[in-house]
């Protein structure tokens, strides 16, 4: 079991560089990129800078399309749907489902009835990240950039009670 650790961070929308670390906090990979707009794109590279994978989002809307390239091969696409308090998101020529839990932030990959990716929110001494947990290593680059594209990455989180809207932030403890 291979885990990678991401810090949360407001990347999609603002297009910063990601460092992934491994359990003992080296430096794995490093993502570029955002999506949002069509042909926007993640790229996954080594620490050493080699090109890795990379994953670009085809059509816009509700539910946008994404396809996957591993080295230059297209390997698969995927297209996000919902439910009313789950994701669900079928990947095509790989034959994976990724089901969601948009409340709890946490988030599975099956193929078949084997799990390969479970994804969650976990609280380290140097901030708020997302732990993948990967049953094979080898499928590492293109679990890390399906997680990229879960809805919950996105979501602009406000801290300030000024931003939130709170009209008196006094009381707001």
């Known amino acids: 079991m291979l885990r990678l650790y991401i810090k949360e961070q407001l990347m999609a929308t603002k297009g910063v560089p990601l460092i ?17 707009l069509r042909q926007d794109a993640f790229t996954l590279y080594t620490i050493g800078g080699r090109y890795v994978a990379e994953i670009k989002q085809t059509t816009l809307g509700l539910f946008p399309r994404f396809d996957l390239y591993l080295g230059k091969e297209k390997v698969g696409a995927v297209k996000k749907m919902y439910g009313v308090w789950h994701q669900f998101q079928f990947v095509s020529e790989l034959n994976w ?14 193929h078949r009835t084997e799990t390969l990716l479970v994804l969650d929110k976990v609280i380290l001494a140097d901030g708020d990240y997302y732990e993948l947990a990967i049953t094979h290593p080898e499928d590492a680059p293109i679990c890390l950039l399906l997680s990229l594209v879960l809805d919950h990455w996105s979501i602009r989180r406000d801290k300030s009670p000024l931003k939130r809207g709170v009209t008196n ?4 403890v």
């Open 20 to 36: 992934v670390r491994d359990e003992k906090n080296n430096p794995v990979y490093l993502i570029t990129g955002r999506w949002g």
């Open 97 to 110: 489902i990724i089901m969601g839990d948009l409340t709890n932030h946490h988030y599975k990959i099956y």
């Open 169 to 172: 932030p006094i009381y707001d």
